[in-house]
């Protein structure tokens, strides 16, 4: 149980083009969703919580107007990244909560797979 | 200073080895600690999950959580070539609460 899927696992695209990630709990429900960055040999940086019927809550230094997140229903939050730069080229991961985990482990993340993306 | 420190490595041993990889921490509130596996270019998956201070078994991995010291490790016996990858330590305040991260060791098994 508690699988996570992200699409695609990987794009290339134009500088200056708009990619959008998919982030899906397969089996569960998650209220609560979570985007990250990881740089090669680097851990992984916290962008944003989704939350499902509201907005996202960024954290400090990632902009909003770029990176936008939509949790429009509880198994599927996006990520779009807007006019891509090259220093946009990352793997992006995200990673969601099961609400109905025992109090002790409701917090315990399930991570998708991660989409690597390259802007050219 | 960072909440949570993880020396990045990597960390190279033979085959059979037993590996020790350690995190320590800054903040006397965290009760929650996980271990992560990361593959390269793979998302993380859990391994370890502990809660206050104490040992945990899991097969070959032991995590080990120390609060008087803010130190918490992963053991792993028995170490085999399919055992590396990065680690991450992951830790939080309370239940349903945002997780604090490691930078990940880097760990590497040799034949």
Known sequence: GAVVSQHPSWVICKSG???????????????????????PKQSLMLMATSNEGSKATYEQGVEKDK????????????????????EDSSFYICSARDPLLRTSRSNEQFFGPGTRLTVL | QKEVEQDPGPLSVPEGAIVSLNCTYSNSAFQYFMWYRQYSRKGPELLMYTYSSGNKEDGRFTAQVDKSSKYISLFIRDSQ????????????VRSNYQLIWGAGTKLIIKP
């Open chain 1, 17 to 39: 083009t708009s990619v959008k990630i998919e982030c899906r709990s397969l089996d569960f429900q998650a209220t609560t969703m979570f985007w990250y960055r990881q740089f």
């Open chain 1, 67 to 86: 990176f936008l997140i939509n949790h429009a229903s509880l198994t599927l939050s996006t990520l779009t990244v807007t006019s891509a730069h090259p």
């Open chain 2, 81 to 92: 070539p399919s055992d590396s990858a990065t680690y991450l330590c992951a830790m939080s």
